[in-house]
C-alpha cells in the first residue's frame, strides 16, 4: 500500500505547463479599491453615466456586506483587497486595423494558448471553425470573426465595446439574472469588472459557429473581474466555450467572473468551461481564488440552458454555474468534471430552481480528489410551489485517489410542489483494483489505466463537450492525474 | 403606547442559569463552561447551516418558565394510556424531565444494573456519572446540549455491567404537563458495559399540556464493546409540544446501535442524532419515518462520524407529508482519514400529499478515507400512478388505495422494529393515522 501511495503521489505531481507570463506593456491603476479606482475605470472605459451609477451602487452595496467563509467547505485566509490591482490593461488600446499592428508578444502568447488569430484569419472563410474574444487581465484584445458573424445580425463583441454601441440591451439584460446584491463577489465585480464578452443572437438566428472566450490572467497582483452576458433571442441557438489559464506565480491571485445568460422563447445556450488556471504548486503555494457566479434564465417558455464544466485549475474554485426555469416547459443541464490535486479546493456545483410548470432538469456531477485536495459538490434543487411537474435527476459521484484527500457532497433539496419528482444519488468510490489489474493484463501499464478509467468514468461529462474542447479536456485530465494508482 | 422591552431569549436564560446555579448539584466548572459556550452561540437561527431550515429561535418568542418544575399532579390513570400493549416493559416515567419514583415501576432488572433518577446518580454514583457525563454530548458548537448541559439536574440513568442481558425494554415515559409554558430539560445517560444488551423504548406525551412548552432533552449513550443496544424513540401523544432531542451515542469495538424514531405529532419537532463508531466492526442502524400534517415541522439531523475502519452504517428516513407541514431531512456520513473499508448508505425517501408542504433534504457525505463505499439517495415525489390503478382496478376505493400505498411505503421502517409488540403497535397508530 505504502509503495503504491509513492508511485502515486510522484505521479500525481506534475508540473503546470502554462506558468509563463508575457512581457506585455501594462497601462494598470495603483493598488487597492475605493470610490477613486471605481471612477477611475469607469472613466477609463469612457462609459457613460448610468454605467457609472451601477459599478458604484454595486460598490456600495459590497462595503456593506462580509466576505462569506461560513458555509463552503473551504478553507483559505481573509483576501486583501487593498493590496489588489484593479485595473491593468495592454497598453495598445487603440483599434487595430491588422494583426500586424498587434503587439507580437500578444500574439505570441494566444500561440501558447493554441489559439493562433493569424491561423483563425487565414481560416475564416472555413465554415464552423471558433470565432474568439481573448481577454486578458480583464481586456479584451482581441475579438475574431466579429464581420461574418454581424452578417447573420449576431453581436459577439467585448462587453466595453457593447456598452458603447448597444447601450439598450447591455442596459436592458445587465444584472437581470445576477444582480449586484447578489453576493459578495457578484457585488465586488460589478463595481470593479473591466471587461468581458457580450454575445446577441438575434430572433430565429442559429449561430453557425461555437463562440469562444480565452481568460488569462498575466500581471502580477492584478485581479481579473470580467463579465459576460448571453442573450439569445426568441428561437436562437448558441454554443459558447470559455477557456481559462494564468501565469505561475507564488501569491494568490483573485478572479471574480459574472456570467449571465438569457433565453427567450425556444431559445438554447450552451456553455462550456475548460478551467485552467494556475492551481498553485505542489506546496498549495500561490494560485487562483477562483470565485465566480454564473446563471442563466430561461426567461420564457421551451427554453434550454446547459452547462458544461471542466474544472481542473484554481487553488479555490467557488462556483455554482446555475439555471431558473421560469418558462414552462424549460430545461437545464449541469454536467461537471472537478479535478482537484495537491492542495486544491473545490466547492463547486450547481443551482436548479424550478418555477415554470413541466420544467425539467438534470445534474451530473463527477468529482476526482487526487493528493491533499478537497472537492465537494454542493447544489440545490428547489421546486417552488406552483411549479407543476418539475422533474430533476441528480448524481454525483466521487473519485477518491489516495487516502489524503477528500470528497464531499452536499445537496440540498428544497420541494415545495406535491407534484414534483426530484430524485439524488452520490456515490463515492476508488478505481479497483481489480479493473487496472484488467487493463495490466491487456498490456496497458498503470499511468495509461488510470487515464483510460478516469476518462471512462467522465465520460458522461466530456460527450456533453464540442469537439475541439473535448479532445483538449481528455488530455487535461490525463495530465492532471496521470497514473494514479487506487 | 408603553412597549415593554423584551429581554433577548438567550440573555434570559443565562441570566436564569445565574440565579439557580447555587442550587445545581455538581458539576459547577463545566456547567459554567456550558452557559457561557450557550451565550457565545445563541439560540440558532437560520442563519446557522445546521439550523438552515429549522428556525429554533421562533420558539423562544413566548415567555418560558425554567427551574421551578415540580411534579404536577400526575395520576396513575394518567399514565395507563401512555403504556404500550403486550410491552410488558420496565416503566420509567418523567414528570416534566423530573423522575418520579411512585409511578415508575420496574421489572427483572438483573443484578447489578441501575435505572434510577439522573438527580440520584449525580450524588450516589457520582464516579461513574463524571467519567462518562458530558463526554458524548458536545457542548461546543450545539447551543442546545450546552444549555441542557448546563442545567441538567434530572432525568434517567441507566447502567448495565459486563455480561449482562437486559431482557425486558424499558420503557421511558417523558410526561409533559404544565400550568405555564416551559423549558423541560431532561438528562439521560445510559452506560452500557461489555457484551451487554438493553433495550429502550422513549416516548414523549403530553396531558393537557398548553402548546409552548419546550422539552429540550439530551441522552448520552456509551456502549462496549459486543454490546447491542436498540433505541425507539416514539413522538405520538404529543401535540403541541415543541421538542429538541439530541441523542448522543459513543460505540466501542464490535458494538450494535439500532435506532428507529417515529414522528406522528408534536408541533415543533428536531430530532438529532450524533453517533461516533470509535472503533471497528460496529454497526449502526439508523431508521425514522415522519408523518406529518397542520402546521407540523419535523426535522430529522443525523450524524454518523466514521472514525475507525471496517465499520457500517445504514440510515433509512422516509416522510409523508400533508396539509401546511415542512419535513427536514439532514443527515450527515463523515469518514475520517483512518476509517477505511467503510460501508455507509442513506437514504431519505418522502412523499407530498398536499400542495402547501414542504420537503427540504440535505443528505451529505465528507469523506476523507479512499478505499470505502458510501453512496446516499434522496427522492421527493407521489404515489405510483400504475400501483394505484392496479389497486382501483381490483376493486379498492381511491382512498383505501391511498391508504394501502402510504401504509406499505411507511411498513419500510416500522418492520426494522425488533420488538414484535411495539412493531404491531406502530403499524397500528401508523394505520390509524393514515386514516384520519
Redesign the interface.
Known amino acids: 500500500m505504502a509503495e503504491k501511495n509513492d508511485i502515486l503521489e510522484k505521479q500525481i505531481s506534475t508540473e503546470y505547463k502554462f506558468g509563463w507570463t508575457s512581457d506585455i506593456e501594462m497601462d494598470s491603476a495603483p493598488k487597492g479599491l475605493s470610490e477613486e479606482i471605481v471612477r477611475f475605470i469607469s472613466k477609463k472605459k469612457n462609459e457613460p453615466e448610468w454605467m457609472l451609477d451601477f459599478r458604484l451602487k454595486a460598490y456600495r452595496h459590497w462595503l456593506q456586506l462580509e466576505e462569506p467563509h461560513y458555509w463552503a467547505h473551504l478553507n483559505y485566509p481573509k483576501i486583501n483587497y487593498q493590496d489588489i490591482i484593479y485595473y491593468a490593461a495592454p497598453k495598445q488600446k487603440k483599434e487595430l486595423a491588422s494583426l500586424d499592428e498587434v503587439d507580437p508578444e500578444l500574439l505570441k502568447t494566444f500561440e501558447k494558448l493554441g489559439i493562433s488569430l493569424e491561423e483563425q484569419k487565414r481560416l475564416s472563410g472555413v465554415q464552423s471553425t471558433i470565432a474568439v474574444d481573448a481577454v486578458i487581465d480583464s481586456v479584451s484584445v482581441k475579438t475574431t470573426f466579429k464581420e461574418v458573424l454581424a452578417e447573420k445580425g449576431i453581436i459577439f463583441c467585448s462587453f466595453s465595446e457593447a456598452v458603447q454601441e448597444h447601450p439598450e440591451l447591455v442596459k436592458k439584460y445587465m444584472g437581470s439574472v445576477v444582480p449586484y446584491t447578489d453576493n459578495y463577489f457578484s457585488a465586488l465585480n460589478s463595481a470593479v469588472f473591466t471587461d468581458g464578452s457580450f454575445c446577441y443572437i438575434p430572433k430565429g438566428v442559429r449561430c453557425p459557429m461555437e463562440l469562444s472566450t480565452y481568460f488569462r490572467i498575466n500581471t502580477a497582483g492584478t485581479g481579473q473581474f470580467e463579465r459576460t452576458l448571453i442573450v439569445a433571442d426568441e428561437g436562437a441557438y448558441v454554443s459558447y466555450l470559455e477557456g481559462c489559464t494564468a501565469p505561475q506565480r507564488d501569491e494568490n491571485q483573485l478572479h471574480a467572473a459574472v456570467v449571465e445568460i438569457v433565453t427567450h422563447k425556444n431559445a438554447e445556450v450552451k456553455y462550456s468551461t475548460v478551467q485552467n488556471w494556475y492551481p498553485g504548486d505542489k506546496n498549495g503555494k500561490g494560485g487562483i481564488y477562483n470565485f465566480v457566479t454564473k446563471r442563466g434564465i430561461c426567461l420564457e417558455e421551451n427554453s434550454k440552458i446547459s452547462w458544461t464544466q471542466v474544472e481542473t485549475g484554481s487553488a479555490i474554485t467557488w462556483k455554482y454555474p446555475s439555471v431558473i426555469l421560469k418558462g414552462d416547459n424549460s430545461v437545464g443541464e449541469f454536467y461537471s468534471v472537478a479535478v482537484t490535486n495537491n492542495h486544491q479546493q473545490a466547492d463547486t456545483g450547481t443551482k436548479m430552481i424550478h418555477l415554470g410548470k413541466n420544467t425539467r432538469s438534470t445534474i451530473v456531477s463527477k468529482g476526482i480528489s487526487a493528493g491533499f485536495s478537497n472537492n465537494s459538490y454542493r447544489g440545490l434543487v428547489r421546486v417552488a410551489k406552483g411549479a407543476k411537474n418539475a422533474r430533476n435527476f441528480s448524481q454525483c459521484d466521487s473519485l477518491l485517489m489516495g487516502d489524503k484527500c477528500g470528497a464531499h457532497t452536499f445537496p440540498y433539496i428544497e420541494i415545495k410542489d406535491k407534484t414534483a419528482v426530484v430524485e439524488h444519488e452520490a456515490t463515492t468510490s476508488k478505481i479497483g483494483e481489480d479493473q487496472i489489474f484488467y487493463c495490466n493484463q491487456r498490456g496497458i501499464d498503470n499511468e495509461k489505466a488510470i487515464g483510460l478509467i478516469v476518462n471512462g468514468y467522465c465520460k458522461e461529462v466530456l460527450n456533453q463537450l464540442p469537439m475541439e474542447f473535448a479532445v483538449e479536456a481528455q488530455k487535461l485530465l490525463a495530465v492532471s492525474l496521470e497514473g494514479s494508482v487506487g | 403606547m408603553n412597549v415593554i422591552e423584551k429581554i433577548p431569549p438567550t440573555e434570559k436564560l443565562v441570566a436564569e442559569f445565574q440565579k439557580v446555579k447555587g442550587s445545581l448539584i455538581g458539576f459547577s466548572a463545566l456547567r459554567e463552561k456550558a452557559i457561557s459556550e450557550f451565550e457565545r452561540l445563541g439560540i440558532p437561527n437560520r442563519k446557522n447551516?445546521e439550523w438552515k431550515?429549522s428556525d429554533a429561535s421562533a420558539l423562544f418568542k413566548n415567555e418560558l418558565q425554567v427551574g421551578k418544575l415540580g411534579s404536577m399532579n400526575v395520576q396513575k390513570k394518567d399514565i395507563e394510556k401512555f403504556l404500550i400493549p403486550n410491552l410488558n416493559a420496565s416503566v420509567v416515567v418523567l414528570v416534566n424531565g423530573i423522575y418520579s419514583e411512585e409511578q415508575s415501576a420496574l421489572k427483572n432488572i438483573p443484578k447489578g444494573v441501575v435505572v434510577s433518577s439522573f438527580a440520584k446518580a449525580i450524588t450516589e454514583k457520582s464516579e461513574i456519572v463524571s467519567t462518562h457525563f458530558s463526554k458524548y454530548a458536545n457542548i461546543t458548537g450545539d447551543a442546545f446540549v450546552a444549555l441542557n448541559t448546563a442545567f441538567a439536574t434530572d432525568g434517567v440513568f441507566i447502567s448495565i455491567p459486563d455480561n449482562t442481558i437486559v431482557e425486558t425494554p424499558v420503557h421511558i415515559i417523558n410526561i409533559i404537563s404544565t400550568q405555564e409554558p416551559s423549558l423541560l430539560q431532561p438528562r439521560f445517560l445510559f452506560i452500557i458495559g461489555n457484551n451487554s444488551e438493553l433495550k429502550i423504548v422513549e416516548s414523549f406525551d403530553a396531558i393537557n399540556s398548553n402548546t409552548k412548552n419546550v422539552c429540550n432533552s439530551v441522552a448520552e449513550i456509551s456502549i462496549g464493546k459486543k454490546s447491542k443496544v436498540q433505541y425507539y424513540k416514539l413522538q405520538n401523544d404529543c401535540s403541541g409540544v415543541h421538542l429538541i432531542s439530541s441523542v448522543n451515542v459513543h460505540q466501542q469495538k464490535d458494538s450494535h446501535f439500532d435506532t428507529n424514531t417515529v414522528t406522528l405529532n408534536g408541533d415543533w419537532v428536531r430530532n438529532n442524532l450524533n453517533i461516533v463508531p470509535d472503533a471497528e466492526h460496529c454497526e449502526t442502524h439508523l431508521n425514522g419515518l415522519f408523518i406529518t400534517r397542520g402546521n407540523q415541522h419535523v426535522d430529522n439531523h443525523t450524524l454518523v462520524d466514521h472514525r475507525k475502519p471496517n465499520c457500517e452504517s445504514n440510515q433509512l428516513y422516509k416522510g409523508i407529508l400533508d396539509g401546511k407541514s415542512v419535513g427536514v431531512f439532514n443527515g450527515k456520513i463523515f469518514v475520517r482519514?483512518d476509517a477505511?473499508k467503510t460501508n455507509a448508505y442513506q437514504s431519505s425517501k418522502?412523499i407530498?400529499?398536499?400542495?402547501?408542504?414542504?420537503?427540504?433534504?440535505?443528505?451529505?457525505?465528507?469523506?476523507?478515507?479512499?478505499?470505502?463505499?458510501?453512496?446516499?439517495?434522496?427522492?421527493?415525489?407521489?404515489l405510483n400512478e400504475e400501483a394505484m390503478f392496479y389497486l382501483r382496478s381490483r376493486g379498492l376505493g381511491e382512498e383505501s388505495a391511498k391508504n394501502l400505498l402510504l401504509f406499505a411505503y411507511a411498513g419500510d421502517v416500522i418492520e426494522k422494529i425488533q420488538i414484535e409488540s411495539l412493531k404491531i403497535y406502530l403499524e397500528e397508530l401508523v394505520n390509524q393515522r393514515l386514516k384520519k
Open positions: 447551516e431550515y482519514r477505511q418522502n407530498l400529499l398536499s400542495d402547501d408542504a414542504t420537503i427540504n433534504t440535505k443528505p451529505q457525505l465528507e469523506i476523507y478515507a479512499d478505499d470505502v463505499k458510501c453512496s446516499h439517495g434522496s427522492t421527493t415525489g407521489q
